[in-house]
Antibody, heavy 125, light 106 residues
């Protein structure tokens, strides 16, 4: 089965750092583009950032609130995705979901997020 | 940034009724529009992509339409398990989501 499992969430003080992990299984991880999406309590969904596969350049993109504070990395040998978060703010409090980008073909940009983990809660307080 | 506006905020319908959810984009997104379902306490699940294509294992009662700036998700005959918040999402530059429509079952 295709599966994503996040871990690493918890309670952290403002200004602190935290690293989230995502373990992937059931698909060819090293070819996948992966994203992090967060959801503040009682609020909607917010895309955080993306990691392209190494064969597609291995680059990352970030939403404005994450730029300069968050870093997405991956370990293809272990089928793992990471989200390093620094200088955390109270407004970063959210459930963080690991997701897989859906692309029509290998030359296409992602158009949806087709696999989601169960999420891990980060509380900055 | 492309802003997606969903309406209505809440839809309250009886089982068997037709649900029509709207998503409007602040500028054209072509057909690059996805829909997600988030049931209470669960992660979102992809329902539709490319505006009209059902994702794997999505029942046929869900359908999507639209292009450009106006899109619709239709649930042809509401089931009790369709109680959820539904989000639309576009992909231009970076993904953004609409604010969601909550579907309540009477």
């Amino acid at each position: 089965d295709v599966q994503l499992v996040e871990s690493g969430g918890g309670l952290i003080k403002p200004g602190g750092s935290l690293t989230l992990s995502c373990s992937a299984s059931g698909f060819t991880f090293n070819k996948a583009w992966m994203s992090w999406v967060r959801q503040a309590p009682g609020k909607g969904l917010e895309w955080v950032g993306r990691s392209r596969s190494k064969i597609d350049g291995g680059t990352t993109d970030y939403a404005a609130p994450a730029k300069g504070r968050f870093t997405i990395s991956r370990d293809d040998s272990k089928n793992m995705l990471f989200l390093q978060m620094h200088s955390l703010k109270t407004e970063d409090t959210a459930v963080y979901y690991c997701t897989r980008d859906h692309r029509r073909g290998s030359q296409d940009e992602p158009d949806a997020l087709d696999v989601w983990g169960h999420g891990t809660m980060v509380i900055v307080s | 940034e492309i802003v997606l506006t969903q309406s209505p905020d809440t839809l309250s319908l009886s089982p068997g009724e037709r649900a029509t959810l709207s998503c409007r984009a602040s500028k054209s997104v072509g057909t690059y529009l996805a829909w997600y379902q988030q049931k209470p306490g669960q992660a979102p699940r992809l329902l539709m992509y490319d505006a009209i294509t059902r994702a794997s294992d999505i029942p046929a009662r869900f359908s999507g339409s639209g292009s450009g700036t106006d899109f619709t998700l239709t649930i042809s005959s509401l089931e009790p398990e369709d109680l959820a918040v539904y989000y639309c999402q576009q992909r231009s530059n970076w993904p953004t989501f609409g604010g969601g429509t909550k579907v309540e079952i009477k």
